[in-house]
């Protein structure tokens, strides 16, 4: 791609960025000309922000189906940052301070679909969200289970947590708190379904649980977490297999 220059009062210092100085500070244009230099053909590349001068960090976007890549210039320093982010998960992966070269090179990785831990095996400086790592690796529903199950208590009661866990048909789907709350769901990226039961705290140790398209006044409660863990299988949309589902993204 050849993108338009940006304007002369969004460009670079090309004292800062020497590397820009043929392309008269441009990110846009630079990204391009070295990709071109390399025999790589980037995803579309397009203005984050404003643009202006008052921009700092000035950023430029990379558009990929696998999600957007932000490239940052900090104005005052030689600074690149390159965030990939997917969406619902927002940085799967960033990198600081790489060369523009390696810029390039890693926005092709990431174009090309290479695994994350692939890249991070190439490029050692780029940090990877471990969720991110997980569902591409059809790990995301044991993760997101270490993940609630290592949650203090505060946010939510330990004894429920490991009484679902324990219950392999509430194990086999992806468990979401919010405010000490738990309900389920059968994918690990929003839109979540709505038809799952959810157990709400209800005194000082009990629970209701109940559909959460119904009101409180239909839900039925729970005195210990095991009473909340029967009410909840009951209330599953689909019984399903007694031993779960294999584990994988879904």
């Known amino acids: 791609m050849h993108p338009e220059p940006a304007a002369p009062s969004a460009a670079l210092d090309p004292r800062t960025y020497p590397e820009l100085a043929p392309d008269a500070g441009d990110p846009l244009v630079g990204l391009d000309r070295i990709a071109a230099a390399e025999g790589v053909t980037l995803a579309p590349t397009r203005p984050w922000g404003h643009w202006d001068a008052a921009q700092d960090p000035l950023s430029v976007a990379v558009d990929s189906d696998r999600g957007t890549c932000v490239v940052e210039f900090e104005r005052q320093q030689h600074a690149i940052r390159v965030r990939f982010t997917r969406p619902w998960i927002g940085d ?36 990877v969200a471990p969720f991110a790592l997980a569902l591409e690796q059809g790990r995301a529903l044991s993760y997101r ?4 199950r290592s949650l203090p208590d505060h946010t939510i009661d330990r004894n429920l947590i490991e009484a679902v866990y324990a219950a ?28 799952f039961p959810r157990a709400n705290p209800h005194g000082e140790h009990g629970w209701l649980v109940g559909d959460p398209r119904q009101p409180a006044s239909a839900h039925t409660p729970a005195a210990t977490a095991e009473a ?7 209330l599953l949309p689909d019984a399903g297999d007694e031993h779960g589902a294999p584990e994988g993204n879904r």
């Open 92 to 127: 799967a992966a960033t990198a600081a301070n790489p060369t523009l070269h390696d810029t390039v090179a890693l926005l092709d990785a990431w174009h090309r679909h290479l695994p994350l831990e692939d890249m991070a095996r190439r490029w050692p400086a780029l940090a």
């Open 145 to 148: 289970w270490q993940e609630v």
């Open 168 to 195: 392999p048909r509430l194990r086999a789907l992806y468990p979401l708190v919010s405010h000490g709350s738990l309900t389920f769901s059968d994918t690990p990226l929003p839109p979540h379904p709505h038809h």
């Open 228 to 234: 909340a863990v029967a009410a909840l299988i009951r």
